[in-house]
């Protein structure tokens, strides 16, 4: 599967953008999607993470309250709402896939995910 993420850009503290991810290639119901972030000089953190039928959710505790995953299969589709933005939210997201049974586990690690879009940055300013 190939992932496409967009939507993000230069927003001031406290705004909001929604970053896209388009799924090719695939059939997107079957795969868990989750978003991860990289800051400048920072590793590679969870975001937020959906499964298949979008029945199941996790975040983040810094992105609780403030960030919202959602999926549309009929899309092909995966979204990350992000409101109430701050400076430390300024990084790279990645959108990233993986091909799981339907009643597998929903994957938070990063290493569980083999397959990553190329990222869109975000920059919050103060």
């Known amino acids: 599967v190939q992932l496409q993420a967009s939507g993000g850009g230069l927003v001031q503290a406290g705004g909001s953008l929604r970053l896209s991810c388009g799924a090719s290639?695939?059939?997107?119901?079957?795969?868990?999607m989750g978003w991860f972030r990289q800051g400048p000089g920072k590793a590679r953190e969870f975001v937020a993470a959906?499964?298949?039928?979008?029945?199941?959710?996790y975040y983040a505790d810094s992105m609780k309250g403030r960030f919202t995953i959602s999926r549309d299969n009929a899309k092909n589709t995966v979204y990350l709402q992000m409101d109430s933005l701050k400076p430390e939210d300024t990084a790279i997201y990645y959108c990233?896939?993986?091909?799981?049974?339907?009643?597998?586990?929903?994957?938070?690690?990063?290493?569980?995910?083999?397959?990553w879009g190329q990222g869109t940055q975000v920059t919050v300013s103060s």
């Open positions: 990233a896939a993986k091909s799981v049974i339907l009643t597998a586990p929903l994957p938070t690690s990063d290493e569980l995910y083999p397959y």
């Open positions: 290639g695939g059939t997107f119901s079957r795969y868990s």
């Open positions: 959906i499964s298949r039928s979008g029945s199941t959710i």
